[in-house]
């Protein structure tokens, strides 16, 4: 008879299930028959899909931004207090946190606090950003986990001036968007010049930075007098929302919303793009789209972000990079003039900028791919190793 063991997953939002799912995946695959193998988490959809008991919905924990995380301090605390009693009766031999920085740390910490952890292995994938603001934060890591796991390829270097050891095996997400990017044939319209605007993938990001890209969009399509076609990547539990936004700018006919995966021959085949601060800004480089990035969120997080935000490495393919190469317009200066000028500066240019992000996209898909293997099978065998 095999032997039985645990394994409890923890994922924050959106990227953390996707994350999770897949490594849920690879270690099914991976197992055969080796052990009578349990899952239970802390899930969104695609978790439970691949078998993940459901201790508690994401959407419990899924908090954004400073305020947000204050203004919900007590309900996280009752969850968190609720979670760790459950966890005690469970008993699983690894914990695997992804993502969720603020409580997935709380959370080792009070398993330590009760000995939990001295019978269960904690690791953590999605480390915090360092790089972009804050540095000593890397202390608070120190000691809490066994495996602090990376999927940025340099930001290892920051962690090691604190003394915390961290490991790099991948990026599970930008690893298979790099294979479709390589997959791909571009397709172009020589009839329609399309160019993209992303609102962001968060309820705040869209609420704030909205209505600045459609004032821009009106901006630009005065210029240019109506030429460009416009696509918005979105989530479907948002398109109401944005659909409504268009008609009150009167631009239906120029802003058609498209799912990224869905159009990702259309996308891919965009000329310039205007892009919220996040993931799809790497998503945008290694398509060698040439993209400004903007951010705007309430005033609470504005003043703080200038506080504690490193400006030059909060872009992540200008990090992975070393190099300045996306424009970032931060709060203030994220309006619809600043926007305008700087989209006529690329696509007046395009052969010149479309040059530099071919270039960057090269860059990119090498630091990524270190590992031939991928993320989700080095994760896994290292899993199988503990288990063992």
């Not at 009839?191 to 901006?219: A, F, H, M, Q, W």
Request: charge should be positive; glycine fraction near 4%; include cysteine.
């Amino acid at each position: 008879m095999n032997k039985s063991k645990k394994i409890f997953i923890l994922a924050g939002e959106e990227s953390g299930d996707i994350i999770a799912s897949d490594l849920v995946k690879e270690i099914k695959n991976q197992n055969k028959g080796k052990f009578d193998l349990e899952f239970f988490g802390i899930t969104g959809p695609r978790m439970k899909s691949n078998g993940v008991s459901t201790i508690f919905d994401y959407t419990k924990i899924n908090y954004f931004g400073i305020s947000d995380i204050i203004l919900n301090f007590l309900t996280l605390k009752i969850v968190l207090n609720k979670l760790i009693k459950k966890i005690k009766k469970i008993k699983p031999d690894i914990l695997i946190t992804v993502d969720a920085k603020l409580f997935s740390l709380s959370l080792a910490k009070g398993l330590k606090k009760y000995n939990v952890s001295n019978e269960t292995k904690l690791i953590h994938i999605v480390l915090p950003t360092i790089w972009a603001h804050s540095p000593s934060r890397a202390h608070k890591w120190k000691n809490v986990f066994d495996y602090l796991v990376s999927i940025i390829p340099n930001e290892k270097d920051y962690f090691t001036n604190y003394n915390v050891e961290t490991v790099y095996f991948g990026n599970p997400i930008f690893e298979k968007f790099v294979k479709k990017v390589n997959n791909l044939k571009y397709r172009t319209n020589k009839n329609v010049t399309s160019c993209l605007i992303l609102p962001g993938s968060r309820k705040n990001e869209i609420k704030y930075n909205i209505d600045i890209l459609l004032k821009t969009v009106l901006k630009i399509n005065n210029h240019y007098n109506n030429k460009i076609k416009w696509l918005l990547p979105t989530l479907d539990h948002f398109q109401e929302v944005i659909k409504n936004k268009i008609k009150v700018y009167n631009l239906q006919h120029d802003v058609e919303i498209v799912d990224f995966d869905k159009s990702f021959h259309k996308i891919a085949a965009s000329k310039v793009a205007i892009c919220c601060s996040g993931t799809a800004t790497l998503q945008l480089s290694l398509l060698s789209i040439p993209t400004i990035v903007i951010y705007k969120t309430s005033f609470l997080n504005g003043f703080f972000g200038k506080f504690f935000i490193n400006i030059d490495n909060v872009i992540l393919p200008n990090f992975i990079s070393g190099k300045q190469i996306l424009p970032f317009l931060f709060q203030e200066k994220c309006n619809s003039n600043n926007l305008f000028k700087l989209f006529c500066k690329f696509f007046d240019n395009y052969k010149i900028h479309k040059y530099i992000f071919k270039k960057l996209s090269k860059d990119l898909k090498k630091e990524i791919i270190r590992n031939k293997n991928g993320f989700n099978y080095s994760m896994s065998k290292t899993i199988f190793n503990i288990l063992s």
